[in-house]
């Protein structure tokens, strides 16, 4: 995925979490420049008061929508009828649809109809459809890094406790490199990964792990080794033990290749 994408983030303040913002934007630039970023909600409303302080330092828009009738949502209606008018300004060309609402299942559909790149972020209650209706999902149990987790708890002990804490935490990281080879896969994300890596081999048997990473999400856009406690898809693979991962330098870089043992 070229990291060139104009990318319209549009978030449902219904249905996101606020706290979560900085890791959505960051998750988002993964994939392309957030040059649009809306969110909305009923600004009346003290449901969307977490939201406040917050738009400003990361550039995002207010769509207020009012809630007409007791029990109904406008906000889905506003985002879709939005979504569909910057769909045909053409400055767009991938979007980020931030919300655990199936209601979104059909302007994915749209969105990739058009040839147009399209993620979404919420909740592992979001509905499958919604789920599979995009080209990439992202959990937001996994937007947050263990770095991350570890260092707001560090934050939180008092400054007599900080050298405990911090060797307790280096202990607590050797563990994944213990229990490397015994890492749990679900048995679909087996399937997932079996078949990624048959259609993605080269006549020697190996394929490029950004290769892999591509077949994966193509077919399973939920796919997430962050899910499994690895940082990135190499990590993963280096903790099975089915697989091999070898390190490939090309002008520079790293370009790892993983075949079977």
């Keep these: 995925m070229e990291n060139k994408l104009n990318i319209a983030v549009l978030i449902d303040g219904d249905n996101a979490q606020a706290k979560l913002i900085k890791e959505i934007i960051e998750e988002v630039s993964k994939y392309g420049k957030a040059t649009v970023r809306r969110i909305y909600g009923d600004w009346t409303s003290q449901y969307m008061n977490s939201w406040k302080p917050i738009i400003n330092q990361h550039s995002i ?29 053409k400055n767009i060309n991938g979007f980020c649809i931030v919300s655990s609402d199936s209601d979104y299942t059909g302007l994915a559909k749209r969105i990739r109809e058009e040839g147009l790149f399209v993620m979404g972020i919420g909740e592992e209650k979001t509905p499958e459809a919604f789920v599979r209706s995009c080209e990439v999902f992202t959990f937001t149990k996994n937007l947050k890094s263990p770095e991350s987790e570890e260092n707001e708890e560090i934050e939180e ?40 890596f048959d259609i993605s081999t080269n006549e020697e048997d190996r394929a490029y792990v950004s290769t892999l990473g591509l077949n994966i999400r193509k077919i399973d856009s939920s796919f997430d080794p962050r899910s499994y406690g690895f940082r990135n898809l190499t990590k993963l693979f280096e903790s099975i033990d089915k697989f091999e991962v070898i390190k490939n330098e090309v002008g520079g870089l790293n370009h790892p290749l993983v075949q079977i043992k």
Excluded: C
């Excluded at 828009?61 to 300004?89: E, R, V, W």
């Excluded at 280096?170 to 490199?177: C, H, I």
């Design 61 to 89: 828009s207010p769509i207020q929508k009012f809630s007409y009738t007791t029990g109904k949502n406008s906000t889905d209606s506003s985002l879709i009828i939005d979504a569909m008018d910057i769909l045909h300004g």
């Design 157 to 196: 002990v008092e400054e007599s406790e900080v050298k405990t804490v911090k060797s307790k935490k280096k202990a607590t990281s050797r563990k994944p490199k213990v229990a490397a080879a015994k890492v749990k896969l679900s048995k679909e994300d087996w399937k997932t990964i079996n078949k990624a």
